[in-house]
């Protein structure tokens, strides 16, 4: 995978340059915008990390001009400013995530999977949070003790909608909509009677219960 | 009547008001005396001359007296009427009273008007002496003189008893429409999101305020403009602190995957604390300043809960990671109408400085309730709590907790303190457990205006 890496800051530009190059990206890095959108025009991407405090050519001008020239290259925003004018306004100009500084390597990495992904089309068929891996089309979970114990249909769905956002929670309710479709009458303690199932094949620690608030796995790293 | 004095000297408009209604009543006054007194005086003198034109009447024609005696004539009212006579028939005189003619008047009257009274009653009389030699006095009752004359004085004062009030009312209306401007603008300023800091339109208004208003607007205007540089300041620090932060803990995070020796790891792990430490100072300074600027916040209908839930999911770990059992206590949601990233950074903070100053294993709830005027959101924790006496200084920039050992940044309760007192919520601080004298309650309650 080809990655263009837009900062001026030479030590974060070289920190994140070697760190994407030990996680196996090629990666080109410059430092102004006007030499990526020249980059850009010369070389195909699979993704751009664009800081928005850049010399000369702002950042959102630049994924402005990016975008104009109708180039549908994933692109994920690196900035310090955390305006939520800012945010909005790289969201709206089609950035398709934003980091805010600072940030952890390992985080970097996992929100640029996670716009891959998205890009992809969902094409991945697992759902991982670094405890529990979940297969979407066997329906098969395993962990670092358990491996690849087959799941019913609504352990199924409880589990994966955990799985989308690793570390958020989820209210019963929230559970029971994905767990449910329209007009099927919901069993009361059907939640925690598969939350209950889930843990005993998977063990108790993958699925965590946030007191008054709901359930959700662990963020994991 | 202090009341009305204060509102008096506070409004230019009641002070007007009162001020020409004041001159008006006085002038009213004056020329109502004035117009009595001439009518008065002009009843009086047409009397004079009506007895005057009587004698000269009588001296042309001749006329000879006969009194009438006894008998009465149908329309005569004795009140009233003029009576003529010889002046030398009152010597036969009979009656002791004013009605039987002829009367008895002084013989050696002069020539001209007098007013003297006989039996008992006020007359105004005219002696001529006619062509004949013969003298005669015409004379009227002063009383009835008088009575008439003050009725017609009094009709000639009708006019100002009425245009008085249609006056003061007139004024009163005249003076409401041109105060108007100024409540409209008022009105307008009033309704004003606090953010609106553009110009007041000063085209409409009279020339006595436009300096006023002009003078405001350019208030408004530097205002606007301290605030659009503060604004860009704390933008400006925020990269400028943030970059620097950046590259260091990254150049951390790469040298801690790098193979190095067992002592060289001892150092590196305070080495990446300390560089966390500075990395949170960071963010908390840049919070506060952001929660004490007045940079423009949109208000939408927050559920609680939901802040609830992205705060315990930011801090879940922090709290998994000291063992402490933390939830939310209340079953029902509430909403308020408020920036929904002013409460998260608020709850946050106080959410973040339970788990930090409660002991391992310990316990954190979080509830909200509805209140009479609006919802409170509760804190508790298990901790030590803070002492009466020390509860006014720990919303003070930097102040520690001493002797609890935790290195926090000393600003979370100041950035709550910030946003409280820019959003109206008040803060109160107490004992989880008054009997023990331990634990942490901070309650927040939000009006209920905003929700």
Not at chain 1, 89 to 104: N, T
Not at chain 2, 5 to 24: C, E, F, G, M, N
Not at chain 2, 301 to 314: K, P, T
Not at chain 2, 392 to 414: Q, W
Request: with cysteine.
């Amino acid at each position: 995978m080809r990655i263009l890496l837009v900062e001026d800051d030479l030590m974060i530009g070289d920190a994140i340059e070697n760190a994407l190059n030990d996680a196996s990206y090629a990666t080109d890095w410059v430092k102004n915008g006007l030499t990526a959108l020249a980059a850009l025009d010369t070389q195909t991407y699979d993704l751009v990390l664009l800081d928005l405090g850049l010399p000369g050519k702002d950042g959102l001008d630049v994924l402005d001009a990016i975008r104009a020239r109708n180039n549908p290259v994933p692109l994920l925003i690196i900035t310090a400013r955390d305006g939520l004018d800012d945010r909005l306004r790289g969201l709206d100009a089609g950035a398709d995530d934003f980091m805010l500084k600072p940030f952890a390597i390992a985080e970097l990495l996992a929100r640029m999977r996670a716009v891959l992904r998205r890009r992809g089309g969902n094409a991945q068929s697992l759902l991982d949070n670094g405890e529990v891996s979940l297969n979407l089309v066997s329906k098969r979970a395993s962990t670092a003790d358990v491996s690849e114990v087959q799941l019913s249909s609504r352990e199924f769905a409880l589990l994966q909608a955990l799985l989308i956002r690793p570390g958020a929670i989820l209210s019963r309710s929230e559970l029971e909509d994905r767990i449910y479709g329209w007009g099927n009458e919901v069993e009361s303690n059907a939640v925690e009677f598969l939350i209950h199932a889930l843990r005993r094949k998977l063990g108790s620690h993958v699925i965590r219960n946030v007191r008054g608030m709901g359930w959700m796995v662990s963020k994991g790293v | 009547m202090d009341g009305f004095k204060r509102r008096l000297s506070d409004s230019v408009q009641s002070q007007l008001s009162v001020a020409l209604s004041l001159a008006i009543l006085l002038v009213a006054l004056l020329a109502g005396v004035f117009a009595f007194m001439s009518a008065l005086d002009e009843v009086h003198e047409m009397q004079d001359e009506s007895l005057r034109q009587v004698a000269v009447l009588f001296d042309r024609q001749h006329m000879t007296l006969r009194y009438p005696g006894a008998e009465r004539l149908v329309d005569d009212d004795e009140e009233s009427r003029i009576i003529v006579q010889y002046l030398a028939d009152s010597a036969k005189a009979v009656g002791n009273d004013d009605v039987s003619i002829p009367l008895p008047f002084p013989v050696t009257l002069a020539d001209g008007l007098s007013t003297l009274n006989i039996a008992g009653e006020n007359f105004r009389a005219l002696v001529r002496t006619l062509s004949t030699g013969e003298r005669i006095v015409v004379a009227q009752e002063a009383d009835v003189r008088d009575k008439e004359a003050r009725e017609s004085a009094w009709h000639s004062l009708l006019p100002f008893l009425i245009l008085f009030p249609v006056l003061l009312l007139v004024v009163g209306d005249l003076v409401r429409k041109l105060f108007r401007p100024i409540a409209t603008l008022s009105a307008e300023i009033d309704q004003r999101d606090h953010q609106a800091l553009h110009s007041v339109d000063e085209q409409h208004l009279p020339s006595e305020i436009r300096p006023f208003v002009v003078a405001i607007n350019r208030l408004l205007k530097r205002v606007a403009s301290t605030m659009e540089t503060q604004r860009r300041f704390i933008a400006d620090a925020a990269h400028e602190l943030r970059s620097p932060m950046t590259a260091l803990s990254l150049q951390a995070e790469r040298l801690s995957s790098m193979p190095m020796s067992e002592a060289a790891r001892q150092r590196f792990v305070p080495l990446a604390q300390g560089i966390e430490r500075s990395r949170m100072l960071i963010e908390q300074l840049l919070a506060l300043a952001a929660a004490q600027s007045v940079a423009q916040r949109i208000e939408t209908a927050v559920s609680v809960h939901a802040v609830f839930r992205r705060v315990l999911e930011d801090l879940l770990p922090l709290a998994e990671d000291k063992g402490i059992d933390i939830g939310v206590e209340s079953v029902e949601d509430r909403r308020v109408v408020i920036n929904e990233l002013d409460l998260f950074i608020l709850v946050k903070n106080l959410v973040d400085n339970a788990i930090r100053y409660t002991s391992t294993g310990g316990r954190v709830d979080l509830s909200v309730e509805p209140t009479d005027s609006g919802v409170l959101i509760e804190i508790k924790d298990s901790g030590p709590g803070i002492s009466a006496e020390e509860r006014a200084l720990v919303f003070e920039p930097f102040y520690r907790n001493l002797g609890t050992g935790e290195a926090g940044s000393g600003l979370g309760l100041s950035i709550v303190a910030a946003i409280a007192d820019r959003i109206g919520a008040r803060v109160g601080l107490s004992f989880a457990d008054e009997v023990k004298q331990s634990g942490l309650r901070v309650c927040v309650s939000l009006d209920v205006r905003r929700s």
